[in-house]
């Protein structure tokens, strides 16, 4: 009996011997004590929404960046077009101002068709005005009323060959034009009229009737589309049928009646002229 028990006990003591053996090799090797299966997935379970949370963040990221740079670009394009309309309205005010309006005023005078000579005297015609400017015939000095108030340029009808300075010498050769329907040649516009939306026509009443350069004025062009506003100097017989005459000879033509202004008040009929723009202005 001592005998078993002695073997039981020397059979226990050799198993734990070798299990503190294997315990020693697993350290001594460095190998992991195994992991219960159900803590391992506990501990993806924890991590995997921080995983998410990244992923959502970096999602974010790209799909933000396109809109803060898209947002960046227009910020960038509206400045460039502010800085552009500065731009431009500094060149405007530079050249004088606001921009020109899209209008003419067209004029046909004595002075600029006549060679007057140097010690030409005003008081020997109605139609002619000296100032601090030089000589300046009546409807010259409309249309450059005209001009500034309308913000505009001007242009001169001009003849080919001049009228003679004398004036009595001049309305018999324009009285002899009108009865034999003859046309003068012009000299080649200053501008290209059929730019202009606008045209202010300026002219003397000549025997109730346009003078006959006038006459070649508007036979040379179509103004078709265009608004003309007629404004004439006179001594007693005012528009006459100036405006219907224009309007035949322009059927697709806007033709208006301006002002009537007797030559010798011109100089009084300053403010007048130009308040008649204001209010009429298209």
């Not at 009646?257 to 308040?275: C, T």
Request: charge should be negative; proline fraction near 4%; charged fraction near 25%.
């Amino acid at each position: 009996m001592k005998k078993r028990q002695l073997a039981m006990s020397m059979l226990l003591a050799g198993l734990l011997l070798g299990l503190s053996a294997c315990g020693n090799k697993a350290a001594a090797t460095g190998q992991d004590t195994p992991v219960p299966q159900e803590t391992v997935e506990e501990a993806q379970e924890t991590e995997a929404p921080e995983q998410e949370e990244e992923e959502t963040a970096v999602e974010t990221a790209e799909t933000e960046e396109p809109e803060q740079a898209a947002q960046q670009g227009s910020t960038e394009q509206e400045s460039a077009a502010a800085d552009n309309d500065t731009t431009a309205a500094a060149a405007s005010a530079d050249e004088g101002g606001a921009p020109k309006s899209n209008a003419l005023a067209i004029y046909f005078s004595r002075v600029g068709n006549t060679d007057f000579p140097e010690d030409i005297d005003a008081d020997s015609s109605a139609s002619i005005r000296i100032d601090e400017n030089g000589l300046m015939g009546n409807a010259g000095q409309i249309a450059a009323w005209i001009a500034e108030e309308a913000g505009c340029e001007t242009m001169e009808i001009l003849t080919e060959d001049a009228y003679p300075a004398d004036y009595n010498e001049t309305v018999n050769q324009a009285k002899q034009e009108q009865n034999d329907g003859f046309r003068p040649l012009l000299k080649a516009d200053e501008k290209a009229v059929e730019d202009y939306d606008t045209i202010f026509l300026v002219f003397p009443n000549w025997w109730g009737d346009l003078p006959m350069p006038v006459y070649s004025f508007l036979e040379a062009h179509d103004l078709t589309g265009k608004t003309v506003n007629v404004f004439v100097t006179h001594e007693g017989s005012r528009f006459s049928n100036t405006v219907g005459t224009i309007a035949e000879l322009e059927p697709g033509a806007d033709v208006r009646e301006g002002l009537a202004v007797q030559g010798g008040s011109v100089s009084d009929e300053e403010q007048n002229i130009r308040q008649w723009v204001i209010d009429n202005q298209k």
